[in-house]
Structures are given as C-alpha cells and as structure tokens.
C-alpha cells in the first residue's frame, strides 16, 4: 500500500475529551482503560476529524465530588516559593 491511499484523520477535540474522559473513568473506578478505547465508535466528521459516538459516561458520587475538589486545590508540582 502507498502514502497516497492513506486517507490522513486526526482526532477532533472532541474525541481527544472522550479519551481523557475513558482514562478519568478508568481512574475513578480502578479499571482497565482498554476495553472503553476498544469499543469507541469513531466517525469521519468531513474535515478528516474523528469524532466518538459513544464517548464514556463517567459517574461520580458527592464524596468522589468532594475528593476531586479537594484534590484540583492542591499543587500537582512544587512552585518556586515552595524551596
């Protein structure tokens, strides 16, 4: 098969989200991400953009609600003040 078959796609943003959204829900409740990437249907949007159908549904308790909150006020890296 030649380059010039190939029908370049790249991944819209809204399927960029779907991924990010399949590896939260994977996060969250501890499980393999595979099967979630696996059973995305992905559709050309006509700008050669693919974009998820079936994007994942992630469902999250009050205290998952009050654990992230907490989390997202904390730092992920030390800044400069911190040395």
């Known amino acids: 098969m030649s380059d010039t078959n190939l029908n370049e796609l ?4 809204q399927a ?4 990010m959204m399949a590896l939260q829900k994977s996060l969250l ?3 393999d991400i595979v099967p ?3 059973s995305f249907k ?3 949007d ?5 974009v998820v159908t079936n994007p994942p549904l ?12 907490t989390a997202a006020e904390e730092p992920i ?3 400069e003040e911190d040395f």
């Open 10 to 13: 790249h991944l819209s943003d």
């Open 16 to 19: 960029l989200g779907a991924v």
């Open 29 to 31: 409740e501890q499980s």
């Open 36 to 38: 979630v990437l696996k």
């Open 42 to 44: 992905l559709v050309d």
């Open 46 to 50: 006509g700008a050669g953009n693919l």
């Open 58 to 69: 992630v469902k999250v308790s009050h205290d998952d609600v009050d654990t992230l909150s």
């Open 77 to 79: 890296m030390p800044r």
